[in-house]
C-alpha cells in the first residue's frame, strides 16, 4: 500500500503541458462516425437500438481516455504486473462461462458484459513494455510463458484472431527491443512451420474463411457471403456515397454484421470512397503522432508502448479493411473505435489515453 500512496504523490508533481489536439480530435472524430454508422447499420432490423449501448460504452471510454491521463506514470509501472495477472486470470475464468453463439468470450457482471480478450491486449502491451525498459531477464520470460498459455486460452475460446493479435503484439516488442535476437528467430520460424497444423486443426468455418478467401468464386453463396456483399455495398457507393441512411444494401440488410465487422460496408455505400478514405486518415493521424512520440521520446518504456500501440492499430485498421474489401481472410477483428462492442472502445480509448499521456508528458521535458 505504501508503493500506492507513493506513486500518487509523486503524481501531483508530475506536470502535464500542451494538450495533444491531433490525436484528441482524431479519436473523438472516429468515436462518432462509429455511433452514426451502426445507427444507420441497424436501421429497422431487430438490433435497433444497440447505438444507445454504443453511446454509454462511448462516454465510458472517452472518460477512460483523459482519466488515464491523469494517472501518474509510476502508478501505471507498479500496477502493470498485478493487471497483466489479473486479466491473464479472467482468461481462465471465462472458459467456465456459458457459451454465446458457440463461443466463451464473455463475462457478465448483472446487465453489462466485457471480453477478457480485449482488455488483456492492453495489458500485456502496456506490462511487456515496462519489462523490456527494466532489462528483467526473469520477469520477461515468465511473463512470456504466461502469454504463451494465454494465446492457448484465447485459441479455446475460440478466439483465433485475437489469439494472432497477442502472439505478434508480443512479437512486435521483443524484435523492436533489438534483444532476444535467437528467441525472436526461433519464434517467427516456429509460427511458420506449426501454420499447416494450426490450419488442420482448425474449426470448420475458420477453415472456410480461409477457403473462402483464397476461392471466393466457389464459395460465393456460402464462406465468401459476407465480404462478397460487402464488397458490392462499398462499390456501390462510388466516390461520394449515396448519402447518410440511404444506402440500400444497408437498409434491406444485405450485409451481414453490418454493425461490427462490416461496419466498413455501410460508411462506403453512404459516404463513398471519400468517406473510407477520411476515417483511414483519422487512423494515420493517430499513428503519426505516436510515430512522433517514439522519435522524440528517451524513456524506453514510452518508445516500446507507442511502437505496440501503433502496430495494434495498424494491424486491427489493416485487417478489418482488407476483409471488407476480399484482400483478406475474414475475421472476428473489428474496426477499432467504430465497429459495434464496448470492451474494443474502452480498451482502445485507454490505449490511446495512455499514448497521449506520454506525448503530453514529452511536451512538458521538451518545452
Same mark, same amino acid.
Given at each position: 500500500?505504501?508503493?500506492?500512496?507513493?506513486?500518487?504523490?509523486?503524481?501531483?508533481?508530475?506536470?502535464?503541458?500542451?494538450?495533444?489536439?491531433?490525436?484528441?480530435?482524431?479519436?473523438?472524430?472516429?468515436?462518432?462516425?462509429?455511433?452514426?454508422?451502426?445507427?444507420?447499420?441497424?436501421?429497422?432490423?431487430?438490433?435497433?437500438?444497440?447505438?444507445?449501448?454504443?453511446?454509454?460504452?462511448?462516454?465510458?471510454?472517452?472518460?477512460?481516455?483523459?482519466?488515464?491521463?491523469?494517472?501518474?506514470?509510476?502508478?501505471?509501472?507498479?500496477?502493470?504486473?498485478?493487471?497483466?495477472?489479473?486479466?491473464?486470470?479472467?482468461?481462465?475464468?471465462?472458459?467456465?462461462?456459458?457459451?454465446?453463439?458457440?463461443?466463451?468470450?464473455?463475462?457478465?457482471?448483472?446487465?453489462?458484459?466485457?471480453?477478457?480478450?480485449?482488455?488483456?491486449?492492453?495489458?500485456?502491451?502496456?506490462?511487456?513494455?515496462?519489462?523490456?525498459?527494466?532489462?528483467?531477464?526473469?520477469?520477461?520470460?515468465?511473463?512470456?510463458?504466461?502469454?504463451?498459455?494465454?494465446?492457448?486460452?484465447?485459441?479455446? +475460446?475460440?478466439?483465433?484472431?485475437?489469439?494472432?493479435?497477442?502472439?505478434?503484439?508480443?512479437?512486435?516488442?521483443?524484435?523492436?527491443?533489438?534483444?532476444?535476437?535467437?528467441?525472436?528467430?526461433?519464434?517467427?520460424?516456429?509460427?511458420?512451420?506449426?501454420?499447416?497444423?494450426?490450419?488442420?486443426?482448425?474449426?470448420?468455418?475458420?477453415?472456410?474463411?480461409?477457403?473462402?478467401?483464397?476461392?471466393?468464386?466457389?464459395?460465393?453463396?456460402?464462406?465468401?457471403?459476407?465480404?462478397?456483399?460487402?464488397?458490392?455495398?462499398?462499390?456501390?457507393?462510388?466516390?461520394?456515397?449515396?448519402?447518410?441512411?440511404?444506402?440500400?444494401?444497408?437498409?434491406?440488410?444485405?450485409?451481414?454484421?453490418?454493425?461490427?465487422?462490416?461496419?466498413?460496408?455501410?460508411?462506403? +455505400?453512404?459516404?463513398?470512397?471519400?468517406?473510407?478514405?477520411?476515417?483511414?486518415?483519422?487512423?494515420?493521424?493517430?499513428?503519426?503522432?505516436?510515430?512522433?512520440?517514439?522519435?522524440?521520446?528517451?524513456?524506453?518504456?514510452?518508445?516500446?508502448?507507442?511502437?505496440?500501440?501503433?502496430?495494434?492499430?495498424?494491424?486491427?485498421?489493416?485487417?478489418?479493411?482488407?476483409?471488407?474489401?476480399?484482400?483478406?481472410?475474414?475475421?472476428?477483428?473489428?474496426?477499432?473505435?467504430?465497429?459495434?462492442?464496448?470492451?474494443?472502445?474502452?480498451?482502445?480509448?485507454?490505449?490511446?489515453?495512455?499514448?497521449?499521456?506520454?506525448?503530453?508528458?514529452?511536451?512538458?521535458?521538451?518545452?
Amino acid at each position: 500500500m505504501a508503493f500506492f500512496k507513493t506513486a500518487l504523490f509523486e503524481g501531483k508533481n508530475e506536470r502535464i503541458k500542451g494538450i495533444e489536439f491531433f490525436l484528441i480530435i482524431s479519436y473523438i472524430c472516429l468515436l462518432i462516425i462509429g455511433y452514426f454508422a451502426i445507427k444507420s447499420a441497424v436501421l429497422n432490423s431487430s438490433l435497433e437500438g444497440i447505438e444507445k449501448q454504443q453511446l454509454m460504452w462511448m462516454i465510458i471510454g472517452i472518460s477512460g481516455f483523459f482519466l488515464t491521463i491523469f494517472i501518474p506514470e509510476r502508478l501505471i509501472k507498479i500496477t502493470a504486473p498485478i493487471l497483466f495477472y489479473f486479466s491473464f486470470f479472467l482468461l481462465i475464468l471465462v472458459l467456465f462461462m456459458p457459451p454465446i453463439s458457440g463461443s466463451r468470450r464473455w463475462i457478465r457482471v448483472g446487465p453489462v458484459g466485457f471480453q477478457p480478450s480485449e482488455l488483456f491486449k492492453l495489458f500485456l502491451l502496456i506490462y511487456f513494455s515496462y519489462i523490456l525498459s527494466e532489462k528483467d531477464l526473469k520477469t520477461f520470460y515468465f511473463a512470456s510463458f504466461i502469454t504463451l498459455i494465454s494465446s492457448v486460452l484465447l485459441y479455446k +475460446e475460440p478466439d483465433f484472431s485475437t489469439t494472432v493479435i497477442v502472439l505478434t503484439t508480443w512479437f512486435v516488442l521483443v524484435f523492436i527491443s533489438g534483444k532476444f535476437e535467437k528467441l525472436w528467430q526461433y519464434t517467427l520460424g516456429l509460427g511458420i512451420i506449426s501454420a499447416p497444423i494450426i490450419f488442420m486443426n482448425m474449426k470448420e468455418y475458420q477453415k472456410g474463411r480461409i477457403l473462402g478467401f483464397l476461392f471466393p468464386e466457389q464459395y460465393t453463396l456460402t464462406y465468401f457471403y459476407n465480404t462478397d456483399q460487402a464488397i458490392k455495398a462499398i462499390g456501390s457507393g462510388g466516390w461520394f456515397g449515396k448519402g447518410y441512411m440511404n444506402g440500400y444494401m444497408n437498409l434491406s440488410g444485405s450485409v451481414p454484421e453490418s454493425e461490427t465487422d462490416f461496419i466498413l460496408s455501410v460508411i462506403g +455505400e453512404e459516404f463513398g470512397f471519400i468517406g473510407i478514405s477520411f476515417i483511414i486518415l483519422l487512423y494515420a493521424i493517430i499513428i503519426w503522432r505516436l510515430y512522433v512520440g517514439y522519435k522524440k521520446s528517451n524513456d524506453l518504456f514510452w518508445k516500446y508502448y507507442y511502437v505496440g500501440s501503433s502496430f495494434l492499430i495498424f494491424f486491427h485498421v489493416f485487417q478489418n479493411i482488407g476483409m471488407n474489401l476480399g484482400l483478406l481472410p475474414v475475421t472476428g477483428i473489428p474496426l477499432p473505435l467504430i465497429s459495434y462492442g464496448g470492451t474494443s472502445i474502452l480498451t482502445f480509448s485507454l490505449i490511446l489515453g495512455l499514448a497521449t499521456k506520454g506525448l503530453m508528458i514529452e511536451k512538458q521535458i521538451t518545452g
